[in-house]
């Protein structure tokens, strides 16, 4: 939809907001506070001076609002309650976190009706008279996705602190209250659309991912579907027998039964230290964040020099036809197969299995990224809050082996299986980049006075 402009306009003297209707006030975002007040953490909790205490994770950085669930309980002194009690409709900005790819300086909307405080790495904001929360919620989001506050941010040890009076100092626009609580209206009504569209379009994925995830399982232990086997002129409906393993269940009664030690010829695990990283290296390091089922992407891979490379490749060189699997981490239990034109080495928590002439590389890929294999590391991981499988639980792993024809086959029909139904998830992906991109382009839009939404909320 075309949403009007205003009627007159005026210049703001702000390259960020160029232009703004001419009945808007422009001033910097300190005029729209009563102060800023830097949080505290307090101390264990001991059932006296026990407070709700927000931290930075209970950002709702999607809504720009809070969610204490399950809320932090801190004690905190009456001496250090002063100007930091919260009263509801407070702004909260994050003064120290950040990460490799997300700034400080988010800002969230406080809505609560309890007595609470924020933590030591947020500040609160109260709201000025004359000014809509909610409104100036969307007009801090807008200029965090403008990264107006990147100047403001000091990066210290890693951790990004942010300097809020350098901060407050950025010029925002303020219409009359009326009209302030007009736009954040029709914002919260078009984003928790396009939040619904979002949504919907993410269950979806997550049923195609779960269809992808049953496909793998079912084909390498059972076999090629009837019409899929037919085509590659096998069996279509193979006489089944128990496999004897639990896991694994029943399987096609040609096949036979092994583990990874008998499937690879060699099973080679990664040097236990981290890479040395060098950003103009020539060589990739391959890494759990860069694996998932079946695939490799090494888009965002580190790198690192001739010496290091030749020191992490000292066990054995990566060549195209190995597998890549991930032991440790959040992300274990996900193989794939080494690049056939890029140089890798293994990362720390990684793996490499060199397939034995027995099985096709393809299949005993796929068959690693089963379920039934998942279950048997998981044997280790329970309950751990460092996951990690033993080398030898892996060495041990139980497979199904069909017969070499067979695999090939099977590795074949996964293959373009899955690769129908990445190519989905793929096109939904991006369908959320332009939902999320025009949801931030339509706050951005309203806060500055380039579209005229009096008439629409």
């Not at 209707?21 to 909790?45: A, M, Q």
């Not at 996705?145 to 300097?163: E, F, H, S, V």
């Not at 219409?175 to 984003?191: G, H, M, N, S």
């Not at 896991?247 to 030690?261: A, F, I, M, Y």
């Amino acid at each position: 939809m075309k949403y009007a402009a205003y009627e007159d306009y005026k210049s703001s003297a702000s390259d960020w907001l160029g232009s703004v209707p001419s009945h808007w006030h422009v001033d910097r975002l300190k005029w729209s506070t009563n102060g800023c007040y830097n949080g505290v953490w307090g101390d264990d909790p001991n059932d006296l001076d026990d407070l709700v205490c927000v931290r930075v994770a209970d950002f709702d950085r999607d809504r720009f609002v809070v969610v204490n669930n399950p809320p932090t309980v801190r004690a905190i002194e009456a001496g250090q309650r002063r100007n930091r009690l919260l009263q509801k409709n407070d702004l909260l900005i994050e003064k120290s976190g950040g990460g490799e790819k997300q700034l400080v300086g988010c800002v969230v909307q406080f809505t609560g009706d309890f007595p609470a405080v924020c933590s030591n790495f947020v500040a609160r904001l109260p709201i000025a008279r004359g000014c809509d929360p909610r409104y100036l919620t969307y007009l801090h989001s807008a200029i965090y996705a403008a990264r107006l506050n990147y100047p403001a941010i000091k990066q210290t040890t890693g951790i990004q602190n942010l300097d809020s009076g350098e901060y407050l100092n950025i010029s925002a626009a303020y219409p009359p209250l009326d009209e302030q609580q007009t736009i954040a209206r029709f914002l919260d009504a078009k984003t928790t659309q396009v939040d619904t569209l979002v949504a919907q379009k993410r269950q979806l994925i997550a049923k195609l991912k779960e269809k992808r995830s049953a496909l793998i399982a079912r084909t390498v232990t059972r076999g090629l579907s009837p019409e899929a086997a037919k085509a590659a002129g096998l069996e279509p409906n193979p006489e089944m027998k128990d496999s004897g393993v639990e896991w694994l269940g029943k399987v096609p009664k040609h096949w036979s039964t092994t583990r990874l030690k008998y499937a690879a010829n060699r099973i080679i695990d990664c040097p236990h230290d981290t890479p040395i990283y060098d950003p103009t290296g020539s060589y990739l390091v391959v890494r759990t964040a860069d694996i998932d089922s079946g695939t490799l992407d090494l888009s965002r891979a580190y790198r690192v020099d001739e010496s290091e490379y030749l020191r992490r490749i000292r066990r054995a060189k990566v060549v195209p036809k190995d597998i890549l699997y991930g032991r440790e981490g959040e992300r274990w239990g996900y193989a794939a197969l080494a690049p056939k034109e890029t140089t890798v080495c293994l990362g720390q928590r990684m793996m490499q299995f060199q397939v034995s002439v027995r099985f096709d590389p393809g299949f005993l890929m796929w068959h690693l990224n089963a379920r039934s294999v998942y279950e048997q590391g998981a044997v280790d991981v329970t309950g751990s809050t460092a996951p990690h499988v033993n080398v030898e639980t892996i060495r041990n792993y139980l497979l199904a082996e069909p017969p070499l024809a067979e695999q090939v086959a099977i590795a074949a029909f996964i293959d373009s299986e899955t690769e129908q139904l990445d190519g989905l998830v793929m096109q939904i992906n991006e369908a959320i980049a332009r939902l999320t991109e025009y949801r931030q382009a339509l706050i951005t839009s309203a806060v500055t006075g380039k579209i005229d939404v009096r008439g629409l909320a």
